[in-house]
């Protein structure tokens, strides 16, 4: 099973590497395709591998309710940058004592999604989608540390990043453009802006939107009375 998880993750990363060169999007949804194949059958194996391990080392046997795992949906990280990569860091205690196929990543050209398999008993996953600019997903990695997880997203262009998701970023361009339909309200436009990308925005963005209102109002940087959303 060992070995069938290396040649599933060593594809992956050749089909990435050819998804970077590829230039028609017919060619570009064969390989996404195939891409999601091969993660689908990665993530079945590494679950089946991780159970095997769990009975293996019992020394008594085990109520199924004691080895089902809950799925968690991590939501906060903190992240830096260099010239090459925008690192993402996940805190997750003794994260370094699982096996080595239990912790893995994918990378599409805006997107990370990380998985953390059968870590107390809970499946953890990052996804990080709508990135702020393109990486090179070939070049991306990550490493696991104590109690830690390293996420290396690898810059297409050497260019600094003001953050993480596109939606994140146009909060901030919008928060730095001053109003010039209302002078007496300049957070007027911001509001408008926000609350249509609520609307209309997937969970993901809906949740992104309501952390940095939360974050704003923490800072006492009130976007001058934001309405419901």
């Not at 079945?44 to 095997?52: P, V």
């Not at 020394?59 to 992240?79: Q, R």
């Not at 989608?129 to 050497?158: G, P, W």
Request: one cysteine or more; a positive charge; charged letters at 30%.
């Amino acid at each position: 099973m060992t070995t069938r998880i290396n040649e599933i993750k060593m594809d992956i990363d050749d089909l990435n590497s050819l998804l970077d060169k590829a230039s028609r999007q017919k060619s570009k949804d064969v390989l996404n395709l195939e891409i999601r194949r091969l993660q689908t059958e990665l993530l079945n194996l590494s679950q089946n591998q991780i159970s095997t391990n769990q009975e293996n080392k019992a020394s008594k046997p085990v109520a199924n309710s004691a080895l089902k795992c809950y799925d968690v949906k991590l939501n906060n990280y903190a992240w830096d940058q260099t010239e090459d990569f925008i690192k993402i860091y996940v805190t997750l205690n003794n994260v370094q004592s699982l096996p080595k196929e239990s912790v893995f990543c994918n990378f599409s050209n805006r997107s990370m999604d990380l998985h953390v398999r059968g870590l107390d008993n809970k499946n953890y996953e990052l996804p990080i989608n709508n990135l702020c600019e393109d990486i090179n997903t070939s070049k991306s990695f990550y490493k696991v540390k104590t109690d830690m997880i390293i996420v290396y997203l690898a810059k297409k262009l050497k260019k600094n990043w003001t953050c993480v998701t596109s939606v994140e970023k146009r909060i901030k361009d919008a928060k730095a453009t001053p109003s010039v339909s209302d002078p007496s309200d300049p957070n007027a436009s911001l509001m408008s802006l926000m609350k249509k990308m609520y609307e209309d925005g997937d969970d993901e963005m809906k949740k992104t939107i309501a952390k940095a209102w939360t974050e704003s109002q923490d800072k006492k940087t009130s976007l001058g009375g934001l309405p419901e959303i």
